[in-house]
C-alpha cells in the first residue's frame, strides 16, 4: 500500500537542501514516488499525518557493534583497554552464535527505533561461521537495512578473511540492498604487513573493507602507511575514528577517497583520540556517524549529532584561545551534523544514489520526528537545529524503510522476542562470569596484553 506522509517540515537534504515548510512525502512500494506540497496520491493510500512534525531520511550509522547489546550499558565505565581486555582477551570467547543472534536481534529493533534504518553491524564476534549466520538471521529477521560487516577478534584476519568458511557462508546467503556485505578488520602495523592476505581475499571477493584507523594505543599511522603502500586505500574503505593520525595520514585518505566514520561518544569516552571532525574538515575528507557500541552507549545518532557538534565547536574555542584569538562564528553547522548522520552515511557506503535523502526514484527510508505531547517540539525555528539540539529518540513518531512502516505511532514491533533472547544471554553469560560478573565492570588490566589472543595489538614504532 502507498504511504504519504502529510504536512510535515521536510528537509529532503538533496543536493539543494530543499527545505519545505509543509510538504509531503510520498512512498509507492520500495519507493519515494514524489515529495512536495499538497500532493496527489493513488487510491488506497495510507495518510499519516506529519504535521507538527520534521521528516527527514532515514538516518545512517556506519559503525556499530550490534551484538554487544545484549551487554547494554555494562561497560558505561570502561575505557578502551579495559573493554578490549573483556571482550577480546577474556569473555568475548564465550559468546555462543545464540548470544550474538540476541544483541543483534535487540541492537537492530533499537536502530529502528531511533529512526536508524541503515546499519553496518560491524560483526567482530564471528569466530564459526555459525555466529555469522546467527549475526545474519537477525539482521533478516528485523525489517531494516543492514550491512553485515564480517569480522572475527578471536583469530587473525589473514587466517579468517582467506578462508573456505567465508567463501561458502558468503555464497550461501543472498545479498542485496536490504543486507549488504563488507569486511571488517584492523590493521595493527607489523612491519610485515600479514594484513595483505586479508585485503586481497576482499579485493577477490569485490567487498570493501572498515577498519579502527587511527586509534590511540591500538592503530596508529604505519597502519595507513603499509595499507598506501601495498594500494589497498580506495574510495569504498571506511576508517574508524581516525582520530590519532598524523596530518600525513589525513593527507592519505583525503587523496585515496576514503570516508571516517566518526563516533564521538565512543571516543571521547574510551579514548581512542580527540573526535577528528575538527580534523577531517579540514582536510576535506567525507564523513559519516556512527555510536560504536551499547556495551557503553546507545544506538541513537541524535546523540551522535549532538555530542559532534560540541566536540567539534569545543576544540574551535580551545585553539583559538590557546592562540588568545576568539571564535566569533561557529564553523560547523547543525545543517552539516545532519547531512552527516544521513547523506555522509550514504556515500560512505555507496549507496548515494539509493539513500540519504528524500527524492523520487530514492528507496523510501523516511523518518518522521513528532510529538505532540512533548513541550520540545515548539515552535520549530531552525529545523536543523531543532534535529540536532532538541529532538531525541522518544520523539521518533514514523519509520518507514524500503516503504514499509517499521515504526508506528511511537511503537516498533519485535521489541518482546529481542528482550526475551538477551535475558537467556544474560543469564547464561552471569553464569560463566561467576564472580567476574560485578569485577568485570571495571576490570583489572593484566601486566602484559600478550594472553592468549592471536590478534593482539600491537605497538610498532618506525624510525
Ligand atoms: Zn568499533
Redesign the pocket.
Known sequence: MPIVLRNGLVLTMDDRRTVLARGDVLADGETIAAVGPDLAVPEGTEEIDAAGGIVLPGMIDT?R?LWQTAMRGYGADWTLTQYFVWYYLEWGRRFRPQDIYAGNLLGAVEALDAGVTTTVD?S?GLQTVDHAEAAADALQEVPGRFVLAYGNIQQAPWDWAPSADLRNFIGRRSWDDMLGLQLAFDVTGDPAFPEKAAFEAARDLGLPVTT?AGVWGATNDDGIRLMYENGFMTPETVY??AATLSADSYHRIAATGGSVSV?TE?EQSAGQGYPPTWQLRHHGIPVSL?M??SVWWSGDLFSAMRSTLGADRSREHLEAHLRSETVTHCHLRAEQVVEWATRGGAAALGLSDKIGSLEPGKKADIVLIKNDDSPVMFPILNPYGHVAFQAQRGDVHTVVVNGEVVKRDGKVDGIAKARAAVAQTVDYLQGELGDSWLSGMNPDIPETKILDNPYTYTDYRSS
Open positions: 559503525h557493534h560491524w567482530h579502527h574508524v575514528h563516533s565512543s556512527s560504536d557500541t
